[in-house]
Nanobody
Framework: VQLQASGGGLVQAGGSLRLSCAAS????????MNWFRQAPGKEREFVAR????????SYADSVKGRFTLSRDNAKNTVFLQINSLKSEDTAVYYCAAEHWIGGGMAYWGKGTLVTVSS
């Protein structure tokens, strides 16, 4: 199983990025997909989650209204659109797959770095 996150980069505050997480080696439509992030010197934190069907999406309070999570099961990919970036969004962003039955995060990607300059 591989989760390949991409799309990170250096962007000015107020800008936008679109992160992608491409999955392989698993039945993608059986998995809820999550994004987490870890800022320098801080704990990893939850960002957003989309259920296997895309029917339910949830966000951390800190990103509501600015981040939009979506998925394309035909392409085995999830997308995290990030708008109105703030310096506090600077972090390594990780995608993680959680089987719809439950049991926690089964697989993690290696992360993509987002750096927001003020």
């Amino acid at each position: 199983v591989q989760l390949q996150a991409s799309g990170g980069g250096l962007v000015q505050a107020g800008g936008s990025l679109r992160l992608s997480c491409a999955a392989s080696g698993l039945t993608f439509s059986n998995y809820n997909m999550n994004w987490f992030r870890q800022a320098p010197g801080k704990e990893r934190e939850f960002v957003a989650r989309i259920t296997w069907s895309g029917g339910t999406i949830s966000y951390a309070d800190s990103v509501k209204g600015r981040f939009t999570l979506s998925r394309d099961n035909a392409k085995n990919t999830v997308f995290l659109q990030i708008n109105s970036l703030k310096s506090e969004d600077t972090a390594v962003y990780y995608c993680a797959a959680e089987h719809w039955i439950g049991g926690g995060m089964a697989y993690w990607g290696k992360g993509t770095l987002v750096t927001v300059s003020s």
